[in-house]
């Protein structure tokens, strides 16, 4: 299977918990998006990278939030001390640079108790 | 500033029918639009694109659109609706202003009566 891939599809933690979740995206993509979606609405932007350069990251919702992509090719989303709004299906998506379009992952769908 | 506004919340037909969903977009720039298809918990699948070729686009599933650039339109159109075709429909902008990010419509539920 060649297209995005998320890891893991279903997490399900306890207020206060760190949560780390892993995207890797279509090989030689050089874009790498991060999306959060909430029941009903259409995905919400987070931050963005080109290679390793995170480029736009002013959209993450609070400084609980942060990503990185060390490498170029993986990037991982982290958020502290979750609280029950966080819960959502968070989606990642790459592109090759100079085309416009994202191709999507399956998500991960948070869970907050 | 760049927005999408699908003009439709929920779309209901019955299957073998026509199907329109509709959206209309601002851009300041020459924009590149999408569909994209989203299924009861799977992610987004690509339908079709626009980007400054051919204004009448094909997709995939007997899909089409077409851009208007003097009704700053791009309804999504299939002859013929099918049980399958049940899911949310997005319909993105993206352009220089918004540094190619992608602008999202808040989506329409097509729903498909047997």
């Known amino acids: 299977d060649t297209g995005v891939s998320q890891n893991p599809r279903h997490k399900i933690t306890k207020r206060g918990q760190n949560v780390t979740f892993r995207c890797d995206p279509i090989?030689?993509?050089?874009?790498l998006y991060w999306y959060r979606q909430t029941l009903g609405q259409g995905p919400e932007f987070l931050t963005y990278f080109q290679n390793e350069a995170q480029l736009e990251k002013s959209r993450l919702l609070s400084d609980r939030f942060s990503a990185e992509r060390p490498k170029g090719s993986f990037s991982t989303l982290e958020i502290q001390r979750t609280e029950q709004g966080d819960s959502a299906m968070y989606l990642c998506?790459?592109?090759?640079?100079?085309?416009?379009?994202?191709?999507f992952g399956q998500g991960t769908r948070l869970t907050v108790v | 500033a760049q927005s999408v506004t699908q003009l439709d919340s929920h779309v209901s037909v019955s299957e073998g029918t026509p199907v329109l969903l509709r959206c209309n977009y601002s851009s300041s720039y020459s924009p590149s639009l999408f569909w994209y298809v989203q299924h009861p918990n799977k992610g987004l699948q690509l339908l079709l694109k626009?980007?400054?070729?051919a204004t009448l686009v094909k997709g995939i599933n007997g899909f089409e659109a077409e851009f208007k650039k003097s009704e700053t339109s791009f309804h999504l159109t299939k002859p013929s609706a099918h049980m399958s075709d049940a899911a949310e429909y997005f319909c993105?902008?993206?352009?220089?202003?918004?540094?190619?990010?992608?602008?999202w419509g808040a989506g329409t539920k097509l729903i498909i009566k047997p």
């Open positions: 626009y980007t400054s070729a």
């Open positions: 993105v902008v993206s352009d220089w202003d918004s540094n190619y990010q992608l602008i």
């Open positions: 998506a790459s592109s090759p640079t100079g085309f416009p379009e994202a191709f």
């Open positions: 090989s030689e993509h050089n874009r």
